[in-house]
């Protein structure tokens, strides 16, 4: 998936696009909202374009696209309630 495959959220998409392009990216996003609006998706694929040594929001063969396609991007992690009741 791309950034620009997220369906809706046109109105949040064009903000955090606008974020980078003017590099105004700040530390911290929270996505929030009703279940099931592609929050997670949208949150991935934001951050996969932030961290892109391209820019580029389209396919790109990268290092930092690759290793985040592969599950294995060492700046990037998902935490969640789960992985949080293990680690207690
Ligand atoms: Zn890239």
Redesign the pocket.
């Known amino acids: 998936m791309k950034f620009k495959d997220v369906i809706g959220n046109e109105t949040v998409k064009d903000y955090l696009r606008k974020s980078l392009e003017t590099n105004n990216i700040l530390h911290s996003y929270l996505f929030l909202g009703i279940e099931g609006i592609g929050k997670l998706k949208l949150a991935k694929e934001f951050a996969k374009f932030v961290l ?3 820019n ?1 929001e389209e396919d ?3 290092k ?2 690759l290793c985040y396609d592969g599950n294995n991007h060492p700046d990037f992690s998902v935490i969640n309630e789960q992985r949080r009741y293990y680690k207690d």
Do not use: G, H, R, V
Request: aromatic letters at 0%; a neutral charge.
């Open positions: 892109c040594l391209n580029k790109c063969d990268c930092s696209c």
